[in-house]
């Protein structure tokens, strides 16, 4: 008899760094429940490419209601959901000075709020099956602050506050939160970062190579594995030793 499926929900995970969580646990042998909002086309491409390890969920961040049935329609379409990567988001730089108040509430709420009712609606089931790792994504503006970023960071830092405090929570049942820490990788999130800036960006890194999406993935994908089985509320950092 085969074994059970595992089963992750990764957040965009039909480009950029969420892809490449993707094709790494398929890779892995997990079955992938992934989801979009945009270019319906490119995650159908990745569905085909993935086959039967994968499976596209349309969902937007911002809607509130969306992410219990999102999670209901996985386990009954894919199966019980093991692992959850909270990797979506929303960037849109400004300088806080002159802000508006609802540019501000919706990055807060689609980065943190977002992730925050991800980690609502699938924890219940972890807790009831006592078993279940969640790695949320964070970023480096949460922890070296960056000019014209100040809502996207406050709301990854508080990423890692959700982290810590969930951990407690549902440690005792078999759960485990962690996050990760992305340096700069070249996605298309990041696009319209000139040149010039990325590289001032990056001038502090030890490695060469830089970050690269499937290095943060490999990342994720071994705190969502059973050799990361002793590891609950800790924060990863993959930056090439921007921080070292």
């Known amino acids: 008899m085969s074994p059970p499926r595992r089963v992750a929900l990764v957040t965009g995970g039909s480009r950029g760094i969420g892809r490449a969580v993707t094709f790494t646990l398929a890779e892995q042998g997990w079955t992938v429940a992934f989801t979009w909002r945009e270019r319906e086309e490119e995650a159908r491409r990745v569905a085909e490419e993935l086959g039967d390890r994968g499976r596209p969920f349309r969902f937007d961040l911002r809607d509130r209601a969306r992410a219990g049935d999102l999670v209901r ?7 019980p959901i093991v692992g959850l990567v909270n990797n979506a988001g929303v960037r849109r730089d400004g300088l806080l000075a002159t802000l508006p108040d609802d540019a ?22 972890m807790l009831h099956r006592r078993q279940g790792s969640i790695v949320n994504v964070s970023s480096m503006t949460a922890v070296h602050g960056l000019g014209g970023q100040a809502a996207y ?4 830092a508080g990423i890692l506050g959700l982290t810590r405090s969930l951990a407690r929570e549902v440690g005792s049942r078999g759960v485990r939160v962690n996050a990760v820490i992305p340096g700069f990788v070249p996605t298309e999130m990041v696009a ?9 960006l990056r001038s502090a890194e030890a490695l060469p190579a830089g970050v690269t999406t499937t290095g943060v993935a490999g990342a994720i994908a071994f705190l969502l594995s059973d050799a990361s089985a002793s590891i609950t509320g800790q924060t990863l950092v993959v930056d090439a030793g921007l921080l070292a």
């Not at 807060?108 to 009712?117: E, K, Q, S």
């Open 104 to 125: 501000w509430d919706d990055l807060i709420d689609a980065n943190l709020g977002g992730v925050f009712r991800c980690c609502r609606a699938a924890v219940p089931r």
């Open 153 to 156: 960071g406050a709301a990854k």
């Open 192 to 200: 319209d970062i000139p040149p010039d800036r990325v590289k001032a």
């Open 73 to 79: 329609e996985v386990e009954e379409q894919v199966g």
